[in-house]
């Protein structure tokens, strides 16, 4: 377990909880059998172990919020019977705006809210995330996800466990030293990691903006904190600039040449494309960004042009080999709780295989957060974040988006499948 997943499991508090709930059953019912000490066992047509694997007729065993084992169907107890369903870990999207929303006005800005109001609309994000199988996520960030994060790890609000950056680096914040004072100072607020803007967004062209000696400030100070970087980046040269200063992740990338994804490749550098959600998602929900900030006709001139531009890039992308292809969707207001249409579309418009995308919305995605030990694999000592899904995402990967099972830490959320036992 890396640095940062101790953090996270010394940090989140549901393991304590837990803890605490077998403790009482104990004092208050010690004669009869407590269900809290109780194992879970689910079975299912099939299992798809998010590092590529595919068991039929399978078993799994919860207990204590964790995943006991994993095997062949047996004929014992069973509390969650599905035998027309495909199991999953929970997905995991790398990289979401979880506080963004349409207000008051129906528009895209948080523009006359109270605090509270914009609260409780990154709250009702969070379920909507959740209720569509996403049992972890980071968001790429705001200081209103700190909060949000705490009260979702208090295991009550239903919610992903959430990462965040809470406040990005710009080319503005300064000169390398005070990138590096900055660094520190964001780390220190409870930042998971450390979000750059290296260039401009997609509504202004995408150039580059930071220099390689900003950018190498960040991700060194970053780096030497223990902590992850995530860089905006379009144009190719700052995607370049990202990799070469060692940098974690890089998002978007919609200008990226084959040199470039190369350059990814050989660093071990994770890539973040967003093609299926974002771009579309500002075109069908126009009328509501239209006239705030850089959403203005230019800018969705240069969106519309985008969505094939990232296609084509994907398809490079895939010609990459061991390019480090990350699920991510950069959710933003009206996305939230689709996030699966991004691996609907790469598999169905770029290509990808199916399991190399479910791979990239699991173990792969959960690597690049630091948490490949606790979550994003169905295998015994994981956390017991299970979704099931109606229908098989392999032969049809639009099953993703029929989640009908949500257990997080052990714990179901969501059970609407037909004819389950409890
Ligand atoms: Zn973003």
Known sequence: MGQIARDIARRWPPRHL???????????????????????????????????????NATVVVE???IK?????????????????????????????????????????????????????????????????FTTTQSIGSPLDRELREAIARGVLPGPRLLTSISPVREDTGTPDQIRQFVRKVVA????????????????????????????AACGEAKRLGKRTWVHA??????????VAGCWAVTHGSQATDATLAVLAQRGTFFEPNIGLLLQNYIEHKSQYLGIGNFNEAGFAFMEKGIPVNLEMFRRALKV?????????????????????EIVYRVQQAGQPAMDAIVGATSLAADSLGLKDMVGSIAPGMEADLIAVDGDPIKDVTA?????????????????AAGSQR
């Open 18 to 56: 837990r803890a605490g709930v077998v403790i009482t059953a104990l004092l208050f019912a010690p004669t009869t059998s407590s269900s809290a000490q109780e194992a879970t066992v689910i079975r299912v047509a099939s299992l798809i172990d998010g590092r590529g694997g595919v068991l039929r």
């Open 64 to 66: 204590a919020g964790r």
């Open 69 to 133: 084992s994993v095997g062949q169907a047996t004929q014992g107890r069973v509390s969650y019977d599905f035998p027309q369903l495909t199991l999953l870990p929970g997905l995991i999207d790398t990289h979401v705006h979880i506080d963004t929303h349409f207000g008051k006005s129906g528009r895209a800005t948080p523009e006359g809210e109270t605090p509270q109001e914009s609260m409780l609309y990154a709250a009702e994000n969070a379920y909507a995330m959740l209720n569509n199988g």
């Open 189 to 216: 607020d409870g930042a998971d990691l450390i979000k750059l803007f290296a260039s401009k967004s997609i509504r202004e062209g995408g150039g580059q903006t930071m220099t390689g000696a900003q950018i190498e």
């Open 234 to 243: 379009h144009a190719d040269s700052a995607v370049k600039a990202a990799a």
């Open 321 to 341: 080999k061991a390019l480090k292809l990350l699920m991510g969707t950069d959710a933003g207001a009206g996305a939230h709780g689709q996030n699966a249409r």
């Open 400 to 416: 993703l988006r029929r989640v009908v099972f949500v257990m997080k830490g052990g714990k179901v959320y969501k059970n609407v």
